[in-house]
């Protein structure tokens, strides 16, 4: 009869060389069949028929017999009975493992025999006892018919290799949850990255979410990041063959610094290579290895186009284990986005740098077409930017007013000299020409995008607050605030700076006709926020500084 054979999870060839738990296994198993069956089992390798492990006490079957079928049986992949002639029969069938092929087996007596007919002397033979012990384990034994064995032996092997596929089917189970976890958790991880690709976020500050949340997934001791300028992909040393000064961050133990890591990839040359670098102790253990504090690493790229803006390390396994592709997969990833942000920030900090030149190109333009106001530009973009600060704006409006403050005239360019440059009262003529200026300017602007937010202060500076302003008559807080925060820092320097055909007006007459157009001329939280600023305004008008940055947390004090 055809019955699959059941499977187990063992290892191991002798009984000697079981480990414990596997030996109690098969005693557990030798235990469950003797429940069923009512006699103890033996356990043989299925491809030797070496015994394994043998019944409790001393009759389980010819030892040569037994040793000489298990083959057989587990070819067949069926249970076998044998000698059912001599009043008993010896029940043998496969167990499946994932490592070797058993064979269990166990002496039965056979119903339907007498006593008288029962020939001992052959029963001994097959269960290789004397005959006196064949007759007495004989008269101990309950009779089993060959059809009841076999029923009882599907009924019994299926029921274990049920239990066995359970338990293979809940090993996958845990598995894939287990699988299924980890690839949530870095899931999780990579868009919560995604989400923080913002501009704003520095290399930095990417990176120390990086490296603290992986360190909730990778098994490793520490995390680091080295950043290093994108110029110097090709060597991360420079002529002397010192390591130029790298920004590094760390999570959890990392028992490497900046330098070491830096020699790491010169030694390693990975800033040619380009791609992730594994090493386990097959590597670390040699002895030419020269970083004894790193036993076990990841390296990666942060690399974008041509790029490489530095290195991201897991170092130093959880359990002294190897690193795999899975934690190297992880990294890699995560490296790229780290890349591409650091590519960005790159990028955006060209366009800065561009639009930087540009607008202070547009300035000096500004100041040799009218000389005689030569830094007045520069000084209303200081004024708008600490009346800003006194009315509350944030860094981002002060980055915004100082360069509208910069440009806040450059349409001075479209205005005939000899009109910007007369030193005497203009005509009506005259001074509806220069009031073309705000438009002009504009007009110059428009095109590009990177100044798109600067265009309503260069539009709108010369509006009033009662609305009798130019070039479109705005009224109130219809005008835009940085607007009306430029025309009193305008209206400020052109005041109190000296002309060639006047001198500056003194700080009395300034604060009177503040004080008179509030409200009318001006907006009055702009001029209440002029006069309490008014110790750091005059400062700012005595005092000649460097070209500043668009950053005004850059500026120096």
């Known amino acids: 009869m055809s019955m699959p054979p059941a499977s187990l999870s063992l290892t191991g060839n002798t009984v000697g060389a079981f480990v414990p738990a596997v030996r109690h ?13 009512g006699v103890p089992f033996s356990f043989r390798d299925g491809r030797s028929g070496e015994l394994i492990l043998p019944a409790e006490g001393h009759c389980y079957g010819d030892e040569d017999l037994l040793a000489s079928i298990s083959p057989g049986v587990v070819k067949e992949g069926t249970a076998m009975f044998v000698a059912e002639e001599a009043g008993c029969t010896l029940l ?111 290399d930095a500050q990417l990176g120390d979410l990086a490296l603290n949340w992986l360190l909730e997934v990778i098994p490793c001791r520490g995390l680091s990041i080295l950043f290093q300028q994108p110029g110097n992909n090709r060597d991360a040393h420079n002529a002397d063959g010192n390591p130029f000064s790298s920004q590094q961050l760390t999570a959890g133990d990392c028992p490497a610094d900046a330098q070491m890591l830096s020699q790491l990839v010169h030694h390693l040359n990975l800033n040619q290579k380009r791609s992730a670098f594994v090493a386990n102790q097959r590597v670390t253990e040699r002895s030419d290895w020269p970083f004894h504090e790193i036993r076990q690493i990841i390296a990666v790229p942060l690399v974008e186009s041509e790029n490489i803006f530095g290195w991201l390390f897991a170092i130093n396994h959880n359990e002294e284990k190897g690193f795999g592709t899975v934690e190297a997969s992880l990294l890699s990833s995560v490296g790229t986005i780290l890349g591409i942000h650091s590519g960005n920030i790159e990028l955006y900090r060209r366009q800065s740098e561009f639009v930087t030149s540009v607008v202070h190109a547009l300035t000096s333009a500004i100041d040799a077409k009218d000389p005689y106001t030569c830094g007045h530009s520069d000084r209303v973009a200081r004024l708008g930017v ?57 007009n110059i602007l428009a095109g590009l995008k990177q100044l798109k937010d600067v265009l309503p202060v260069v539009l709108h500076h010369h509006e009033q607050w009662d609305g009798k302003g130019y070039p479109y008559g705005l009224v109130g807080e219809t005008i835009p605030l940085m607007a009306r925060i430029t025309a009193v820092a305008d209206s400020y320097d052109a005041m109190s700076s000296d002309r060639p055909y006047r001198k500056g007006m003194p700080a009395e007459k300034v604060d009177q006709i503040f004080r008179e157009g509030s409200g009318t001329q001006w907006d009055p939280k702009v001029v209440e926020a002029f006069f309490a600023a008014r110790d750091d305004i005059q400062l700012i008008m005595r005092e000649e500084r460097a070209e500043l940055g668009f950053d005004v947390n850059n500026w120096a004090s």
């Open 92 to 202: 043998a069938f496969p167990l499946k493992d994932e490592h070797q092929d058993l064979v269990a087996s166990a002496p039965f007596r056979l119903a339907n025999t007498s006593t008288a007919a029962v020939d001992f002397s052959r029963m001994a033979k097959v269960l290789s006892v004397s005959p006196r012990d064949a007759k007495r384990w004989y008269h101990r034994q309950t009779e089993w018919t060959i059809p009841a064995l076999q029923r009882m032996s599907s009924v019994v092997l299926g029921k274990m290799s049920a239990e066995s596929e359970i338990v293979r089917l809940t090993e996958e189970i845990d598995k894939v949850s287990d699988s299924l976890s980890s690839t949530y958790e870095e899931i999780s991880l990579l868009y919560g990255l995604t989400q923080n690709l913002r501009i704003s976020s520095s």
């Open 386 to 442: 600490r009346l800003a600060q006194e009315l509350g704006l944030d860094n981002q409006a002060l980055n915004l007013m100082y360069m509208a403050g910069l440009l806040h005239d450059v349409g001075k360019i479209g205005i005939d000299d000899c009109v910007l440059r007369k030193p005497g009262r203009l005509t009506d003529e005259e001074y509806e020409h220069i009031k073309l200026h705000p438009e002009l300017g504009c």
């Open 25 to 37: 296994r098969l005693k557990q198993l030798s235990t469950e069949l003797q429940n069923y069956f």
